[in-house]
């Protein structure tokens, strides 16, 4: 099952292993459970004596298999999948913790798991062509590894379809703990450990109280964000950048092909290294941060103030807004009634869920096109309802799509409504805007792709905007407030790329330095 490169990779990344793991599979007569032994048996010959394998598990959920150390510390780590494509970093990472391999996350971090009290049952959903799944796994394994009251499961949607289909869930990564929902999409460690751990907002805050002025103090971690405070902290000066998640929309982008010199990475892959980048420098990196309000300085005496979600307050003598942007709904009845029940907005994270049914793509530019495109490998067939009189994608994606023959597609189309059954999504509704005529079609799901909405909600009535909420922005990035200045999507810079971003965010670090220079210290 793994080649021989990967083997190789293997044998030296579990020379870091320092004491024994175990791994436990519970197999039944199914073909997946002949590959899962396959692939565990691969996986424990790349470390002789380190690493044993059993198949005599007696899990409910088959196959399956458990990582644990020898010596029975720690709680349960299990995957009801064959960890491959995104999941087999999962697969490694696992290994390497319950072999004594420290992770790559603060210590406080570690110890505030240790900390938690009561017990723990976490399941996440997800499927092996999510892009977003990983972090999730990855965050509730670490968890179990060092807190043995924490038990986390990663069910492959695909493997166990039957379950997922009586669970209704039709969007990944999904989490139930304690048999409860917990929590769908992209989550990191400290976000899942800020939902069960109740007094940690109250610390956040009272420690981003007590931290001094910064002198560039940067809003969004996604390139804009990166880009500035790389740029700002070579200036020796002190900066922040505070942030939901680092790297913004890149995390929920599945390749990138047209960044000059990288010919080709995946989403994840590129914010991980635009971390590890401003991480070099002395920045103080602030994540799972959700600004609430920005205060000009003329309002504080001097220094811009940025008021957080869990109350604490970070001032900085200039701010820069690279809040980037999100995926924008239709806001029709049932979208938001019916979210992540068939109305979804990732279709290489959640196309595997519909497979071998119908379903709809809204939107005719490249992304929606791509989306038809990816989704009729699929699916049993594609709707695409575009709201202009033609399709606005590239020509060589229209002259795909219309290749293939379970894609169907409505130009002038109107979407109206979603329809359901109170429990998830049954189908759609729109309408011709030429012919005025009603159109219904049953479908299982359907995926959202028309454009972009600025995260700008924070800044309303403080910088001037235009009418579809992006910061008015001039040439040096200045907004119409002095000392604060945008960068990226959020601002009225034309064309929405990674490398624009990138570019706008280093212009805003050193208009953000020259207006320093120039303006008297605040008192």
């Avoid at 990779?9 to 599979?25: G, M, W």
């Avoid at 087999?88 to 990472?93: A, E, G, N, P, V």
């Avoid at 290294?273 to 959700?290: I, K, N, S």
Wanted: proline share 5%; net charge neutral.
């Amino acid at each position: 099952m793994l080649d021989t490169n990967t083997q190789a990779q293997l044998q030296a990344y579990f020379q870091r292993i320092s004491q024994p793991v175990e791994l436990v599979a519970s197999l039944d007569d199914r073909p997946a459970s002949a590959e899962m032994r396959e692939l565990l048996t691969e996986v424990a010959a790349a470390a002789p004596g380190k690493i044993s394998l059993r198949v005599d598990g007696q899990a409910e959920r088959r196959p399956s298999f458990q990582i644990r150390r020898a010596n029975g510390a720690g709680g349960e780590v299990r995957f009801a999948a064959i960890p491959m494509g995104h999941e087999f970093t999962s697969l490694i990472l696992a290994v390497l913790w319950a072999g004594g391999h420290p992770p790559k996350v603060e210590p406080e971090v570690i110890e505030q798991i240790k900390a938690l009290e009561g017990d723990f049952r976490f399941k996440v959903y997800m499927s092996l062509t999510c892009h977003n799944c990983p972090d999730v796994v990855q965050a509730l394994h670490l968890m179990a590894t060092f807190n043995p009251r924490i038990q986390a499961v990663a069910v492959d949607g695909g493997l166990f379809q039957a379950e997922v289909e009586a669970k209704q869930i039709m969007a990944v990564p999904y989490v139930t703990l304690n048999g409860q929902p917990f929590g769908s999409g992209r989550m990191e460690v400290k976000d899942i450990l800020a939902k069960i751990d109740t007094g940690a907002a109250k610390r956040e805050a009272a420690a981003m109280n007590a931290k001094e002025a910064f002198d560039v103090l940067i809003v969004g971690g996604g390139p804009a964000g990166a880009a500035a405070a790389v740029y700002a902290a070579r200036k020796g000066i002190r900066t922040g950048l505070l942030a939901e998640r680092f790297g913004g929309q890149t995390l929920d982008t599945l390749g990138i092909e047209n960044f000059i010199s990288v010919p080709e990475t995946q989403g994840p892959k590129f914010a991980a290294a635009l971390e590890a980048h401003v991480r070099t420098y002395d920045v103080d990196v602030m994540t799972q941060q959700r600004v609430e309000q920005l205060i000009p300085a003329e309002q504080t005496g001097g220094l811009t103030t940025v008021k957080l979600a869990n109350g604490g307050e970070l001032k900085g003598r200039t701010v820069i807004v690279a809040t980037g942007a999100r995926w924008r709904n239709m806001n029709v009845p049932g979208e938001a009634e019916y979210k992540t029940k068939g109305v979804a907005y990732c279709p290489h994270c959640d196309g595997p869920l519909f497979k071998g049914k119908d379903v709809a793509v809204i939107g005719g530019g490249n992304s929606g096109v791509e989306a038809a495109i990816d989704l009729a490998g699929i699916v049993k067939s594609v709707t695409l309802l575009e709201f202009a009189d033609q399709l606005k994608a590239d020509q060589v994606l229209v002259n795909k799509l219309k290749s293939l023959p379970n894609v169907t597609i409505h130009v002038n189309a109107q979407t109206t409504e979603v329809i359901g059954d109170g429990q998830k999504m049954t189908g759609l509704r729109w309408k011709d805007r030429v012919s005025g005529s009603e159109h219904e079609a049953a479908l299982a799901g359907v995926f959202v792709q028309i454009g972009l909405v600025p995260n700008t909600e924070f800044a309303k009535g403080v910088v001037e905007m235009n009418r579809f909420g992006e910061i008015m922005v001039d040439a040096k990035c200045h907004t119409s407030v002095p000392g604060v200045f945008a960068a990226g999507d959020c601002s009225t810079v034309p064309y929405k790329q990674i490398i624009i971003a990138t570019g706008e965010g280093a212009k805003a670090a050193l208009s953000a330095f020259d207006h320093l220079i120039r303006t008297p210290a605040a008192a």
